[in-house]
């Protein structure tokens, strides 16, 4: 399913045991009424929920009232399983959350199974609030702070979760000859390849 220019929230689930697979949700956010200015591409709640490859992208900024954007918020949710979702910004998004987790009574009753996921140019990849998760085989490209962790969430890497560099400069389009690139380093890794790409041919070179 394709839900597309959604003012606050894009998918609603409550209740125990549901499922969320494969929507594109895109272009959530951008409302000005009070109490509805935080865009949430989909929000579950309930016991057992499984939230399998969707697609999040293009969460929205109103810049007179935004002051994040969250791309899957989980609440109140034990046994949860979150598995081959991608949470994807065009470009680097300051305050972005791509997963919040949360209980909402602080009583650590939200456990959720992180694997296989994907999310870029997001601030902040996973957050968990009064929360435990344990996380497999996810990577984060452009995304500055992969997990946030109040105290005394708990997170277990299984493993195999990779983080990319995240770009510094240029951070718009190239329009010099002789453009300087940047990058924070990501651990572990001794080589990168740089790819280019021509916003005309859509050509990718790479370096």
């Known amino acids: 399913m394709v839900l597309a220019n959604n003012w606050y929230i894009g998918i609603w689930v409550d209740g125990a045991s ?3 697979v494969k929507n594109l949700v895109e272009n959530t956010g951008a409302s000005d009424i009070p109490g509805y200015t935080i865009p949430i591409g989909i929000h579950v709640a309930g016991r057992g ?3 399998d490859s969707n697609r999040i992208t293009g969460l929205l900024w109103n810049p007179r009232v935004t002051q994040e954007v969250i791309g899957l918020a989980i609440n109140d949710a034990p046994n949860a399983v979150v598995a081959g979702n991608a949470f994807v910004q065009a470009q680097l998004t300051n305050n972005s959350w791509g997963l919040w987790v949360n209980s909402a009574n ?3 009753s939200t456990t959720v199974d992180l ?3 994907s ?5 902040v990849g ?7 998760a344990q996380a497999k085989n996810n990577q984060f490209f452009n995304v500055p702070t992969m997990w946030s962790m109040s105290t005394p969430s708990s997170l277990t890497d299984v493993g195999g979760n990779l983080e990319s560099p995240v770009a510094e400069t240029p951070s718009t389009q190239i329009t010099t000859d002789e453009p ?4 924070t380093p990501a651990s572990g890794v001794d080589s990168y ?3 280019i790409q021509d916003q005309n041919t859509q050509a990718v070179l790479t370096v």
Not at 119 to 123: A, G, L, M, S, V
Not at 180 to 183: K, Q
């Open 193 to 195: 390849e740089l790819w």
């Open 119 to 123: 999310f870029t140019n997001i601030q």
């Open 49 to 51: 929920p499984t939230v």
């Open 115 to 117: 694997e296989n996921n």
């Open 106 to 108: 602080d009583d650590y």
């Open 18 to 20: 549901t499922t969320v």
């Open 126 to 132: 996973c957050a968990l609030s009064y929360s435990r």
């Open 180 to 183: 300087t690139f940047s990058w």
